[in-house]
T-cell receptor
């Protein structure tokens, strides 16, 4: 089966750096995605990792270690508008023989950025 | 360019009724996936369609069905609504139907079952 774990809530200060961790257990890992979701809105794509290492995109970076089943999303120079839920999602090739791009989501980490 | 569009944005139904939700993918995208998101949870996969064929189905009862049209738009149908069907229903589109392609989500349809 699959299992994805993220912290439920985090709080950080404007201008600071925050790291949101995600651990996963899947039988056929084929990529990890991070999405941002503001309350009442649709998830917005942030980053994608399929190989080990760090992917940097502006203020956002995402890291993956496949051997450890671990990823993190790093947010720098936090702004108030970064207050949102951050969803970790994995694609499992064992689902339907790889014929789909079904995503398996964690429950999300609700980040509150304070002044 | 227009993103993924969904209609309606909000819907209120009563138990036992039927509902149809609609989704139009990003132009050029041939795959549509449907997800259900209950408050406080991550999205749960319901269906994926690619080139009008079902590619995958999540752990949902047969009351849930979907289809994809020649223009790649899609409908999600839910029969015999239950209170537990109250959720945000998200549609996501991608260029193809497989591979670790990025899925882009629409604004969702918020369904309330009374």
């Amino acid at each position: 089966g699959q299992n994805i774990d993220q912290p439920t809530e985090m709080t950080a200060t404007e201008g600071a750096i925050v790291q949101i961790n995600c651990t996963y257990q899947t039988s056929g890992f084929n990529g990890l995605f991070w999405y941002q979701q503001h309350a009442g809105e649709a998830p917005t794509f942030l980053s994608y990792n399929v190989l080990d290492g760090l992917e940097e995109k502006g203020r956002f970076s995402s890291f993956l270690s496949r051997s450890k089943g671990y990823s993190y999303l790093l947010l720098k120079e936090l702004q108030m508008k970064d207050s949102a839920s951050y969803l970790c999602a994995v694609r499992d090739l064992r689902e339907y023989g790889g014929a789909t791009n079904k995503l398996i989501f964690g429950t999300g980490t609700l980040l509150a950025v304070q002044p | 360019d227009a993103g993924v569009t969904q209609s309606p944005t909000h819907l209120i139904k009563t138990r036992g009724q039927h509902v149809t939700l609609r989704c139009s993918p990003i132009s050029g995208h041939k795959s549509v996936s449907w997800y259900q998101q209950v408050l406080g949870q991550g999205p749960q996969f319901i269906f994926q369609y690619y080139e009008k064929e079902e590619r995958g189905r999540g752990n949902f009862p047969d009351r849930f069905s979907a289809r994809q049209f020649p223009n790649y738009s899609s409908e999600l149908n839910v029969n015999a609504l239950l209170l537990g069907d109250s959720a945000l229903y998200l549609c996501a589109s991608s260029v193809g139907g497989a591979g670790a392609e990025t899925q882009y989500f629409g604004p969702g349809t918020r369904l309330l079952v009374l």
